[in-house]
């Protein structure tokens, strides 16, 4: 009894100095430090002069042999002769990266179920696709026998990862972010099976326990097993501090909170695996140690590829904006259209990333040549649009198509559309607005730029005028078709 009260002391007096100390480095009084505002702006820079003290201060005070054991740096994994079917579907599709103790979750995945969680955080009230590697990991993870917890941020959206972001993320109300909640929820039942079953999903959100955290009593229990040296040379923290871009100690703190949901998890039900992008890394490493440290416990981190195109751009955005998983904020046949643009470099690894095809079936397409390449194109938007709106949204999206790229007869109904009255077409209507309500243009501007370089039409002619009005005379069936280029097309319905 006494050596353990002696120890909660000796970690209490440790936490306290160390708060001192990170408020003598960054030359602030320490209660500034609790503020949302404080900047660790330079903070390389002011830390430098005394992070040798002050990690020498934390190593000799707290387990030498256990705080700054070296994990785990990040190797990509190329090549693992692994004996799990999770494992082995991770490896064959090219969803693995990088991932601890490889060889040990081999084995424990082989034996035993296991239970694997990943993080949404709240930003949107919709995932966009670029969410979608990860939601297919799950889904990949439970048909191979384990179980999937999807982890919903309600908790560390009030904070705002940092990750790969030059400013601060906005400040999302609680009924925001709620809301955001509730929107993103329900994308997940449509890939997963949710239950009471051993394999069966489970849906938590860190707002439950992170909402009440008593911040002394975390700084004291917790504080003593993360150093700042090693903080500051996470990647999400160097690259804003190499660009001089402001980090709030706000944000500093958001990889202990996502470490603190791994201990969490752990403890409640028994996680020991986290998934996640490899912009991660640093801050799922974290909670493995922390996880050790906390509960003893063995657990891992494993991360997905971030997915680019073969052009370099990131997986998630179209010219349009981004590609949203909800219906009501991006129409199924837009949705499917994303797919069906894919470029010819693409089309095979997003197959085995985004579809269920067998890979004997991938293999067949990826010899495909030419124009034959759209087959495969068509192949994949249909299997990605199928999974994610359902079976039943496909006849209409290929009629809709094959009106508008095969010149064949048939509806337009999945179009895009922007809803007008009979008192704005008497008054006439610019056409650059109804171009910005579909969405097809982020500005008035970029609008007349495009009419200047021939690439908008009205009912499929041209628009020259870049002041040119909708009138009556260019309604067909009370509706006119605008189009941007050759896949942007919408439709302006007479209510």
């Not at 353990?4 to 306290?16: F, H």
């Not at 785990?72 to 692994?82: A, K, M, R, V």
């Not at 979750?105 to 995932?127: I, P, Q, W």
């Not at 409640?268 to 050790?292: A, F, K, P």
């Amino acid at each position: 009894m006494l050596r353990g009260t002696l120890r909660s002391l000796a970690w209490s007096l440790l936490s306290a100095s160390v708060f001192v100390d990170l408020a003598l480095a960054f030359q602030v009084h320490p209660m500034r430090l609790l503020r949302p505002s404080f900047v660790v702006k330079n903070a390389a820079v002011s830390f430098r002069a005394r992070s040798r003290r002050l990690g020498s201060r934390m190593l000799a005070s707290v387990a030498p042999s256990d705080v700054e054991k070296p994990i785990l740096e990040e190797e990509l994994i190329t090549s693992f002769d692994g004996k799990s079917k999770f494992i082995k579907v991770m490896m064959e599709r090219g969803f693995l990266h990088s991932c601890t103790n490889i060889e040990a979750l081999d084995e424990k995945m082989t034996s035993e179920t296991v239970k694997a969680y990943l993080g949404f955080d709240a930003t949107a009230k919709s995932l966009h696709v670029g969410s979608l590697l990860q939601i297919m990991i799950l889904r990949h993870l439970q048909q191979c026998g384990h179980k999937p917890i999807v982890l919903l941020g309600g908790g560390t959206t009030k904070v705002g990862d940092p990750t790969g972001k030059d400013q601060s993320r906005k400040m999302l109300s609680d009924q925001d972010i709620q809301d955001n909640v509730n929107g993103i929820k329900t994308v997940f039942e449509k890939f997963l099976k949710f239950g009471d079953g051993p394999t069966d999903a489970l849906l938590v959100n860190n707002d439950e326990w992170l909402s009440s955290i008593r911040y002394l009593d975390f700084l004291r229990e917790y504080g003593p097993l993360f150093t700042i040296n090693r903080m500051l040379n996470f990647e999400s923290v160097k690259l804003r501090l190499e660009r001089e871009s402001p980090l709030t100690f706000l944000e500093f703190n958001y990889m202990i909170l996502q470490a603190y949901d791994f201990l969490e998890l752990n403890r409640r039900y028994g996680c020991s695996l986290q998934l996640g992008g490899s912009d991660q890394w640093g801050n799922m490493v974290n909670g493995v140690e922390l996880t050790r440290r906390a509960n003893s416990k063995q657990v891992f981190a494993m991360t997905a590829p971030l997915i680019t195109t073969s052009d370099g751009k990131k997986m998630g955005k179209s010219e349009g904006g981004a590609v949203w998983l909800n219906a009501d904020m991006l129409p199924p046949y837009d949705y499917w259209q994303f797919w069906r643009n894919t470029q010819d470099a693409d089309v095979v690894r997003f197959l085995k990333l985004f579809t269920e095809l067998p890979m004997e079936k991938i293999e067949e397409l990826s010899k495909l040549e030419g124009a034959a390449i759209n087959d495969a194109k068509k192949i994949l938007a249909d299997e990605c649009t199928r999974m994610l709106h359902g079976e039943e949204v496909l006849p209409s999206i290929h009629e809709t198509a094959s009106a508008l790229f095969a010149g064949k007869s048939g509806n337009l109904d999945d179009l895009p559309k922007v809803s007008i009255s009979k008192e704005d077409v008497d008054k006439g209507i610019p056409l650059i607005d109804l171009f910005l309500q579909l969405g097809f243009a982020s500005s008035k501007n970029e609008i007349r730029k495009l009419i200047q370089g021939g690439g908008v039409r009205l009912n499929d002619e041209k628009v020259q005028d870049v002041n040119m009005m909708l009138t009556a005379d260019a309604l067909n069936n009370n509706q006119a078709k605008l189009s941007v280029g050759k896949k942007k097309h919408g439709l302006v319905v007479l209510e």
